[in-house]
């Protein structure tokens, strides 16, 4: 099973909406009529009712889904002014038909604005950009330029439907000017530019009844709400009732040089919260006090050197973590080119580890088949190279993991793995509260208890940078 919600594309999305409609004997305008319901819905949850509302609208279907929720809104009382934004340019059929049924309703304010220079914003106005969302091919030129600086800079909270305006679903090595909006609610399914970091956008999904399983996908979202929810639970081990510590994996985590002791000493503690049946730290001597508050924790206290591992048997070992304050140098540099010599079973590298490889490129011929790497972006740049758009380090993630047969966990707002069969999963769970140290090391522990019950890294993976960010126990 592939957890997740579908990330499609603006092409997808029509054909998405084509097979609903003859699915359900339904009218385009009638589909539409559904949608802008659910964004209603959810927007009177965002918006105070003494809100004044600017609802902008372009010359096309997103402008129609506007025009709609004025009206909507009004019927409820808020204040809106409705712009309707056409440059010139004629109003397509949906848009025609919305002005026909709504343009006598005084409550919702219609202005025309055929000049880039007519609009004019309130800051005590909350926008609500429904000028173009999904479907633009081309960054927008001359008055439509205009018109998005305009918008940006008139310091109004905006909230996009679908899309930010101007923003392509798909990025091209182009500057594009588009809407900063505070918040996107898109419809259905994610749309692949609102993941990818260049953008900074905080978005939503609103499920609208729209039918997706036609579409063959390999790129999915793993947001919070209860479906997907549901199905990650199904990727966690599972815990018959009679078995025993044995049952669950044996664990070894190796890291925690010098002035780097609590990164190993956070690794273990997740490693075990996650149900890993037993773990073993390797660190030095001076580990000992950061892991006293871990009584279950196993201690092999030694050099993170390469003759260390005569005191290791590989055969006993599940599950395999290195790097969490491993430090870079020639001797942990050794002792990773044992490590990954010595254990022919997927190894989770993180860190350090990851540093020495991106200084040793032929470490990565030395993965076992299956390893899982957990760059942060710029660990993921001194590994791979650096990529000019989100768009192109995800092929290059997908690239790297099918040449390696390893799984790349790109760590970030939303944090993605690829995987050797070239789908590619997004998480939606994380928050601000990530972005300090320690993050990345309680992340490792995490996957490497999990993989260490079921030897599934994928399923690993998935639910430990899911659960992770939702700071949430596994078990």
């Known amino acids: 099973m592939d957890p997740g919600l579908k990330i499609i594309t603006f092409e997808e999305s029509k054909s998405c909406d084509s097979l609903t409609m003859k699915m359900e004997g339904m009218h385009p305008h009638d589909l539409m009529d559904r949608a802008t319901l659910r964004i209603f819905q959810r927007l009177k949850t965002l918006i105070h009712c003494d809100t004044p509302i600017t609802v902008l609208c ?40 919305r002005l026909a049924l709504y343009g006598s309703q005084k409550s919702i ?85 609102l993941l990818y970091p260049e953008n900074r956008i905080d978005f939503e999904v609103i499920e609208c009844g729209i039918h997706t399983e036609s579409i063959h996908c390999r790129r999915f979202f793993l947001d919070n709400g209860i479906s997907v929810r549901e199905q990650m639970k199904t990727l966690l ?90 430090g870079n140098t020639a001797e942990t540099t050794d002792l990773l080119k044992a490590i990954l010599n010595m254990f022919r079973i997927p190894v989770i590298v993180d860190a350090d580890a990851l540093n020495i490889i991106a200084a040793n490129p032929e470490l990565l011929y030395l993965l ?29 993630a997908i690239q790297k993991s099918q040449e390696f047969d390893m799984f790349i966990l790109a760590k970030n707002t939303y944090s993605f793995l690829a995987c050797p069969d070239g789908k590619i999963f997004y998480n939606g769970t994380g928050d601000s509260g990530l972005a300090r140290g320690g993050s990345g090391d309680r992340l ?25 960010g939702l700071n949430q126990p596994v078990i």
């Open 444 to 468: 490792t522990g995490m996957i490497a208890g999990l993989f260490a019950q079921n030897q599934n890294m994928r399923d690993s993976a998935l639910a430990g940078m899911y659960f992770s």
């Open 109 to 193: 304010n219609i202005q025309v604005v055929q000049k880039a220079e007519e609009l004019t914003i309130q800051q005590k106005h909350l926008v609500i950009d429904a000028l173009f969302g999904t479907g633009l091919t081309r960054p927008l030129r001359d008055e439509w330029q205009k018109i998005i600086e305009s918008i940006n800079g008139s310091g109004a909270e905006i909230i996009s439907i679908d899309l930010p305006s101007g923003l392509l679903d798909e990025p091209i090595n182009e500057t594009m000017s588009f809407i900063k909006a505070s918040k996107v609610i898109t419809i259905q399914s994610p749309k692949p530019a």
């Open 237 to 326: 081990p599972k815990r018959p009732r009679h078995s025993h510590k044995g049952t669950f994996g044996h664990t070894l985590l190796i890291g925690g040089n010098t002035g780097m002791h609590g990164a190993i000493s956070m690794a273990a503690k997740t490693c075990y919260d996650s149900g890993s049946g037993l773990t073993t730290v390797l660190s030095p001597e001076t580990t000992v006090p950061y892991l006293a508050s871990l009584p279950a924790v196993m201690h092999i206290p030694c050099s993170l050197a390469k003759t260390s591992l005569s005191k290791i048997n590989p055969e006993k070992y599940q599950s395999v973590a290195i790097g969490p304050g491993l």
């Open 368 to 396: 076992p088949k299956g390893s899982l790497l957990t760059p942060h972006p710029t660990e993921f740049n001194r590994l791979f190279g650096s990529t000019q758009n989100g768009k192109e380090k995800e092929l290059l």
């Open 58 to 97: 372009g010359p096309g279907d997103n402008g129609a889904d506007g025009l709609c929720l004025s009206s909507m809104l009004a019927v409820k009382g808020y204040h809106v002014e409705t712009k309707i934004c056409l440059l010139g340019k004629n109003p397509a059929p949906s848009i025609a038909f």
